[in-house]
């Protein structure tokens, strides 16, 4: 299992790798319209309800250690910080292989 641990609100928070089940269980709860599939997120309408609620609300799902009061006194570095962690920890498996597919396509391309 993957981890991280990064500095947030002046605390030491380690972002933990999660089960796939768990993820569609989490893309559920904070996308309630895509029902747990990633391709029905309607990032327009995210954005258009972006604010810092949605930040207080929506962060503590991603880490469980994370509280909204920590969202409140973190700085927005910390934010980007723990997300990326949050990803790096989670789908970094997925973008290496993703990276390695499309270098097979593109050999495959380059020999026609």
């Known amino acids: ?3 991280k641990t ?5 605390k030491k928070i380690r972002v933990e790798e999660r089960r796939l089940i768990e993820l569609e269980e989490l ?3 904070l996308f309630p319209e895509s029902k747990g599939n ?3 997120i ?15 609300k929506k962060i503590p799902k991603l880490v469980p250690d994370v ?4 969202v409140k006194q973190a700085y927005f570095s910390e934010i980007e910080a723990l997300v990326e962690a949050f ?3 989670n789908f970094s498996g997925i973008k290496r292989l993703l990276k390695g597919i499309m270098n097979l396509i593109q050999a495959g391309l380059q020999q026609r």
């Open 1 to 3: 299992m993957r981890n």
């Open 6 to 10: 990064i500095d947030f609100a002046g």
């Open 27 to 29: 893309v559920a709860e």
């Open 38 to 40: 990633i391709q029905k």
């Open 42 to 56: 309607n990032l327009n309408k995210l954005l258009e309800h972006a604010n810092f609620d949605l930040l207080y």
């Open 67 to 70: 509280t909204e009061d920590d």
């Open 87 to 89: 990803i790096d920890v």
